[in-house]
Every structure is written in C-alpha cells, then in structure tokens.
T-cell receptor
C-alpha cells in the first residue's frame, strides 16, 4: 500500500460526458502528479501540482483539467469524453516538487463507450 | 533527454536471482538511474535509485557501471509476485516528470 488513494476504481461512461477522478496523496506529500496509461501510449505524464499550484504540464489535452485543493487532495476533470480517453489514470505523490521518487495510487480505470 | 534501452522480456526461475539490464549511454553526470515496476495494471512501484555507487535496499540491488552507461537491477531471490514490467528511468522530462519507456516484462516461473 503506497498510501496514495484514488477514487473511483472503475468508471464507465459515454462519449461526450464529463467525469472527475479524485486522488489523496500520502500524508506529508505536497506534490501530486497525474499520469495516463493507455494500451498504445504507455505511461504518459499529464500534469503536476505542488501545494495547490500547477507546476508542470505534460501531454494533457485541453479537455482535461486538474486542481489541487488546500487539503492537498487533487481532482482530474475529463470532459467531452472520447473513446480514445479510455485508459488507466494514475495519481502519484512526492514530498518535493519534481521529485523522481514518486508513490503511485492504484489507479482509476476509465471506460468510455 | 537521456534514453534507456531495456530488453523487452526476460524469464527467471523462482528462487533464482533476476538480473535486469539497462543501457543509458547518454546519461549526464548529475542524472540518477531510477527503477520502478508495475505489476499487472497496478500503480507503478518505486524500487531503487542511484547515481554512481551501487545501492541496496530491502527490495533490490542496483549495480551501476563505472562509466555509468549501464546498470543492472538485481532481485536476489525472485518470487512469483515479482512478475511485472520493470522500468529503468535515467532522466526527468523537460517538465521534471518521470519518463516511462516500454520496460522489461519479467516473468518468474515456478
């Protein structure tokens, strides 16, 4: 158990819909990272927050957005969903910003029908 | 960004040592080598990292060559639960993030 929690575990929705994925980092970690893992793309970095502020952006689509709240939990919002958005979404956390020792949650499996 | 090269897959007998190689010939002097693994569809798990000295923790040992162009992750007594994809990462992305390649799929067999 990494100490990072993610909800929900599974999410099935339809194209065009909007969903919110939630992540709670390990106790004491200020940085949260979001990754997407699809079959054809592997693990791709999406976005990072540190203590409530966006710190880095990767290959995140404009239809996707995220935020980190004062209690340090983070939410990833995916809108206008397409079939290709079906993937595993992982959240990771670390103490410092940009640290490469990251602790990953169990992921949310999103299926878009 | 430095790139890593790993074999696509490897087999190991249960109870034997698993030695997973990684080439990172373009690594720069201040870049660490990190290893993660991902057991089927679970979140990646940090294993170990090092700069130039060999490192050991409760999970594995990391041997880095003197020229730092390659490294080997050693699982001393592999178990069936070590079956996973192992990722060697030698740099951060331009945004300071982990860059995962395709990794090595390790199958530990009874």
């Amino acid at each position: 158990d990494s100490g990072v929690t993610q909800t929900p575990k599974h999410l099935i929705t339809a194209t065009g819909q909007r969903v919110t994925l939630r992540c709670s980092p390990r106790s004491g970690d200020l940085s949260v990272y979001w990754y997407q893992q699809s079959l054809d793309q592997g693990l791709q970095f999406l976005i990072q927050y540190y203590n409530g502020e966006e710190r880095a952006k990767g290959n995140i689509l404009e239809r996707f957005s995220a935020q980190q709240f004062p209690d340090l939990h983070s939410e990833l919002n995916l809108s206008s969903l397409e079939l290709g958005d079906s993937a595993l979404y992982f959240c990771a956390s670390s103490v410092a910003s940009g640290a490469l020792t990251q602790y990953f949650g169990p992921g949310t499996r999103l299926t878009v029908l | 960004d430095a790139k890593t090269t790993q074999p696509t897959s490897m087999d190991c007998a249960e109870g034997r040592a698993a030695n997973l190689p990684c080439n990172h010939s373009t690594i720069s002097g201040n870049e660490y080598v990190y290893w993660y693994r991902q057991i089927h569809s679970q979140g990646p798990q940090y294993i170990i990292h090092g700069l130039k000295n060999n490192e050991t923790n409760e999970m594995a040992s990391l041997i880095i060559t003197e020229d730092r162009k390659s490294s080997t992750l050693i699982l001393p007594h592999a178990t069936l639960r070590d079956t996973a994809v192992y990722y060697c990462i030698s740099t951060r992305g331009s945004q300071g993030n982990l860059i995962f390649g395709k990794g090595t799929k390790l199958s530990v067999k009874p």
